[in-house]
Every structure is written in structure tokens, then in C-alpha cells.
């Protein structure tokens, strides 16, 4: 805790987070000033958060840490996002087992307003595996968006045998 904002005459608290030192939980009115950069730790936002959360030249790129959200806020959520200087976030790509995750992730019933320079790139989809003689290829796991939601999983291939077999018995 530290900084000091003068917000229309009043000031609030802002408290300091160096994002490279773990990951950052904010609940409450509580506003957090963030820094720099990490490939490891994310932002959780809990339900009963109602805070802004400052990004100062932040770099979260978790393009290779499978299902995390650089920011993560839970139903309920309420916040500000506000980069002061251009921010960038890289969510989780798509794997064999999870879908593409969001940079920000926005379920239903949360809300984030999003101010200054700040680029959001939503994980990559998975392309989906090849057929093989007895069992046809598994759709590829999708692309989480920059601001939103997260991918859905691919379908499962048909067994091309025993869907052959029926249909012989029908």
C-alpha cells in the first residue's frame, strides 16, 4: 500500500503490485497500481471487486502456461481497467486438453470497463488431428478472445469402424 490518487477532490488508496513477484487477487474497492512483466502470474479478480486496477507499461504473456487468463474476473466482478501507458496481454493458447483462453476474461454477469493503450490477444486455437483408417480426426480446440470468453473444445473423431458396422446392420 502507498500511492495516493487525487480522484474529484477526494483520495483513495492504490496499492503497488509488481506482477514479475506472483499473482495479483483483488477483491473488494480496492485499487492496485501493476508493473511489470511476467510469463507465469495473472490477475484474478474475485465477485465483490468493484476497484480499478492501473497498468503501467504491464507485459503478462502467458502464450505458453496452459488455461490462465492474464486477467481473470469472476461472475460479479465490477472493475476499471485503466493502462497508462500501452499494457499488453497474451493469453494461454489452445493445447491437446484445453481451449484458447481470453486476455481478459469477462463471464456473464461481470463487468470491466477498459480505458488507455492496452493490446489484448486471446489464445490461439488448436488445429484438430488427422484421421487415421478406424477413427476420424478430433476437431481442434478454439481461440479465446481478447476481451471475453474463452474457446470451446473440439469434437471428439467417430469411430469409422464401428460407425461403419452399424450402419451395415441398419
Request: proline share 1%.
Amino acid at each position: 500500500a502507498g500511492a495516493y490518487e487525487n480522484d474529484n477532490g477526494t483520495s483513495k488508496e492504490v496499492k503497488i503490485w509488481d506482477i514479475s513477484q506472483g499473482d495479483l487477487e483483488v477483491s473488494g474497492a480496492d485499487n492496485w497500481y501493476v508493473t511489470c512483466t511476467t510469463t507465469e502470474y495473472h490477475i484474478t479478480v474475485a465477485a465483490n471487486a468493484t476497484g480499478t486496477i492501473y497498468l503501467d507499461g504491464v507485459k503478462i504473456d502467458l502464450r505458453t502456461v496452459a488455461a490462465k487468463n492474464p486477467i481473470d474476473l469472476a461472475v460479479g466482478a465490477n472493475v476499471t481497467i485503466n493502462s497508462l501507458t500501452s499494457s499488453q496481454l497474451l493469453a494461454s493458447f489452445a493445447t491437446e486438453t484445453t481451449v484458447g483462453m481470453a486476455a481478459i476474461h469477462v463471464p456473464e454477469g461481470a463487468t470491466v470497463a477498459v480505458t488507455g493503450v492496452l493490446s489484448a490477444d486471446g489464445g490461439f486455437a488448436l488445429r484438430g488431428s488427422n484421421a487415421t483408417d478406424a477413427l476420424g480426426g478430433n476437431g481442434g480446440n478454439g481461440a479465446g478472445a481478447g476481451i471475453g470468453g474463452t474457446g470451446a473444445l473440439g469434437g471428439a473423431g467417430v469411430d469409422i469402424e464401428k460407425t461403419a458396422a452399424k450402419n451395415a446392420h441398419n
